[in-house]
């Protein structure tokens, strides 16, 4: 009766630890898929990444898996801001915010207060700019208090750059500098390369508030570097632009005249990934 009993429990073990070991490799591939979908919104293609992250959502709201789908509600929440559906936005993230205080993953949490910090920041309901960015800073700085108190350094320097940007807007360029020094010294900690390309663009915007022209250039350069080797083009072509206006004020007008060329080129070419993607569809 012993053996019956002890060989009967070694096979449920055996069969509960088989649907545990599939649901984990699930669990792995819709992670996976929603890292699909952020660098789909990345890289200015949000159709397909609402596709996928509808995907994952369907698969962590039937398996009730809450850090599936707090971290899809986060992205889906990016997706919208940059459809400019600001009410989408934000419902999607207070939803990513409450899943990640019910399961207490404080370093998820900085990440949707800097996010809640970039929607304040581009939601023009608020009032002017200066408003905007205040209301922006009080959210980005309550991510930086959780992310300093956990170690995270990852969070830390998206903070310190999204910070940084936020003082260059204000013409604070001193303390601009202060953060974005910050975040260049916790740059190896993180894999956000297209969060490193805006962090040379706002170094060299910071300098070209001071008339600083020439350290300008080099960091306009840095970002265009990353800009160019991850294939963010939306990026490279809005830099593009700034390098131009940069060369305009130094009265250099063939550099200015040919970063504007390049600009249209890039613009053009991101209409035609447009359209074969609207085709696909």
Excluded at 11 to 27: E, I, V, Y
Excluded at 45 to 66: F, G, M, S, W
Excluded at 163 to 172: A, H, P, V
Aim: glycine content about 4%.
């Amino acid at each position: 009766m012993k053996k019956g009993l002890f060989f009967l429990f070694l096979f449920c073990f055996a069969t509960l630890f088989s649907q545990t070991s599939g649901k984990r490799k699930m669990d792995s591939i819709y992670s996976k898929q929603l890292g699909t979908a952020f660098e789909y919104r990345q890289t200015g293609r949000p159709n397909e990444a609402i596709k996928l992250i509808n995907q994952t959502l369907e698969y962590a709201k039937k398996e009730n898996v809450d850090s599936l789908k707090a971290r899809a509600y986060n992205i889906l929440s990016l997706v919208f801001l940059d459809l400019e559906d600001k009410e989408a936005s934000f419902e999607h993230l207070a939803i990513a915010e409450k899943i990640y205080l019910k399961i207490k993953d404080s370093a998820k949490l900085a990440i949707v207060y800097n996010n809640k910090g970039s929607f304040f920041y581009a939601d023009n309901r608020i009032g002017n700019l200066s408003k905007r960015i205040d209301s922006s800073n009080v959210y980005y700085m309550k991510a930086m208090k959780i992310a300093k108190l956990i170690d995270n350094k990852k969070s830390m320097f998206l903070l310190a750059s999204n910070i940084g940007c936020n003082y260059n807007e204000k013409g604070d360029y001193k303390k601009a500098m202060v953060y974005l020094n910050m975040a260049l010294k916790l740059m190896d900690y993180s894999d956000l390369n297209r969060v490193k390309g805006w962090l040379f663009f706002y170094i060299a915007e910071a300098n070209r508030g001071v008339k600083a022209y020439n350290i300008a250039h080099e960091n306009y350069d840095k970002s265009v570097a990353v800009f160019k080797k991850y294939g963010y083009l939306s990026d490279l072509s809005d830099v593009y632009v700034y390098m131009s206006e940069v060369y305009e004020l130094q009265n250099n007008l063939v550099l200015a005249n040919q970063y504007l060329l390049k600009r249209i080129k890039i613009k053009d070419s991101l209409d035609v990934i447009e359209k074969e993607d609207l085709a696909k569809e």
